[in-house]
């Protein structure tokens, strides 16, 4: 099965959690697209009615669209029923590394609304700790002096090891801007970062920074898409 077979799986099973009546958070990434896509297929089969969608980034809420899923936001909707959305890593306890496609933040605040929050992922983003896939930890700062805040963060961790990256994007190396108008710093670690809620608090202390990419405690089930089958963790 390939990466994005599995991701399908894991997506579809999700999907089955969703009932005719809710207000569904929608995710972002190529696992989210997968679950948004099944949810526009069964409101057009007549098999889910009654669906409203709040997207967590303009791209779900373009590809929502297309779909037909009817769209609200958190205003209308601050209570959501359910969250389906991909991770980047998941550790034993269900913490997650989010933002790797730049909407942590949108998807923070839907998914922090929700009463269940089911994450969807292939076996590949388990970890034995978050930062340990040696892969990026995005942070989301405001362009002002990101040089400064980037370089705060980095020394927040320098007993990890951790590095600072500026994400860009394009040919000429453009800084990336999200959805907010904002700037996105990956950190990158060579140890483990220790205490999770510790390193949570220090990096949210920073006043250039808006939010970063570690979601502790928010997810309520991940289900996990693999080559053997699904495994599906409850909090
Ligand atoms: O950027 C994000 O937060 C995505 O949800 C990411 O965590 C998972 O993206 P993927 O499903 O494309 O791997």
Known sequence: L??????????????????????LGL?????????????????RQGKLHDIVGIPTSKKTHEQALSLGIPLAD????????????????VDPHLNLVKGRGGSLLREKMVEGACRKFVVIVDESKLVKHLGGSGLAMPVEIV??????????????FQDAGCVAK???CGANGEPYVTDNRNYIVDLYFKEDIG???????AILHLAGVV???????????????GELGITVKNK
């Not at 077979?5 to 959690?17: N, R």
């Not at 696992?31 to 896509?37: P, R, S």
């Not at 939010?211 to 898409?225: K, N, P, R």
Request: some cysteine.
């Open 166 to 168: 500026l994400r860009t």
């Open 211 to 225: 939010e970063h990419g570690m979601f502790l405690d928010m997810a309520t089930t991940v289900i996990v898409a």
């Open 74 to 89: 958190l205003d209308s909707h601050p209570a959501i029923d359910l969250a389906i959305d991909g991770a980047d890593e």
């Open 195 to 201: 205490d999770l809620k510790a390193a949570s608090d």
């Open 143 to 156: 362009p002002f002096c990101w040089k400064f805040t980037a370089n705060r963060l980095q020394n927040l």
């Open 2 to 23: 390939t990466q994005d077979e599995l991701k399908k799986i894991a997506a579809y099973k999700a999907v089955e959690y969703v009932e005719s009546g809710m207000v």
């Open 27 to 43: 995710g972002t990434g190529s696992t989210a697209k997968h679950a948004v896509d099944r949810i526009g297929d069964l409101l």
